[in-house]
C-alpha cells in the first residue's frame, strides 16, 4: 500500500522524478540516420511497465503532477499517480534536445552516438536547428523558479520529468535556496525531493 512517513507540514517540498525506461531497441551498431530514427522513436515511445511505491512521496496528497510534452512523462506520470490526478503539461518541461551530427559514413552504439551528440552539443558545437544548451540551461533555470512559486501556494509539487533537465532544475533550485533531501541519482524513476522551511 502507497504511503509516505511523517514529514513537517511547515517545509515545502517539491518532488523531481525521472521517467521510467522507454520501449526502444537499442542493441546493435547504428548509422547517422538509424542513429537520429533513434531519437525520434525514443521520443515517441511507450514506457515500461513498473511500480513505484517510494516512501518519501505522499500520494494521498498529490492532485496534480507536471509533465513534459514528451510521451515517456506522461505515461510515467499516469503509471505512478492514477487516473485521477490532473496532468499539467508544459513545455518547459520537455528534455534538452539531441541532434546527430553529420558522420554517415559511420556504424557505432547508439550510446556512443548520443553521447558524443551531447558533448558537441554542450560545447556550442552541434546546435544547428534545436535550441543552445545556452538556451536550455535558461529554460530550465525557468522551470526551477516556477515549480519553487507553485511550492508556495500549494505544496507538495511534483514534476515527473527528464534526467538531464531534471539535474539542472536541482541545481537551480538550490542556487533558490531549497535543500536537497533525496537525490537517488538520475536513473529511470530516480525520485529528488527537495525541502524549504
Not at 137 to 159: N, T, Y
Not at 174 to 190: R, V, Y
Request: hydrophobic share 45%.
Amino acid at each position: 500500500m502507497k504511503g509516505a512517513p511523517e514529514y513537517s507540514r511547515t517545509k515545502k517540498r517539491i518532488f523531481l522524478i525521472r521517467h521510467a525506461r522507454p520501449v526502444v531497441p537499442k542493441k546493435g551498431y547504428f548509422n547517422k540516420a538509424a542513429a537520429s530514427n533513434y531519437i525520434n522513436d525514443y521520443d515517441a515511445a511507450e514506457v515500461e511497465q513498473f511500480v513505484l511505491e517510494h516512501e518519501a512521496i505522499p500520494y494521498r496528497e498529490v492532485r496534480q503532477v507536471y509533465c513534459s510534452t514528451l510521451v515517456r512523462s506522461q505515461l510515467t506520470a499516469r503509471q505512478i499517480f492514477g487516473e485521477e490526478v490532473e496532468l499539467v503539461v508544459r513545455h518547459e518541461f520537455r528534455e534538452f534536445e539531441r541532434r546527430i551530427f553529420s558522420l554517415p559514413l559511420l556504424r557505432l552504439p547508439i550510446r556512443l552516438w548520443l553521447l558524443s551528440a551531447r558533448m558537441l552539443w554542450m560545447m556550442g558545437l552541434n546546435n544547428r536547428g534545436i535550441e543552445t544548451f545556452r538556451q536550455a540551461k535558461q529554460r530550465a533555470r525557468e522551470a526551477a523558479s516556477f515549480l519553487a512559486e507553485q511550492a508556495e501556494q500549494k505544496p507538495p509539487v511534483i514534476l515527473v520529468g527528464h534526467g538531464l533537465l531534471n539535474n539542472f532544475i536541482r541545481w537551480y533550485l538550490q542556487d533558490l535556496g531549497w535543500k536537497t533531501a533525496i537525490h537517488e541519482g538520475s536513473g529511470f524513476l530516480s525520485v529528488t525531493m527537495l525541502e524549504m522551511d
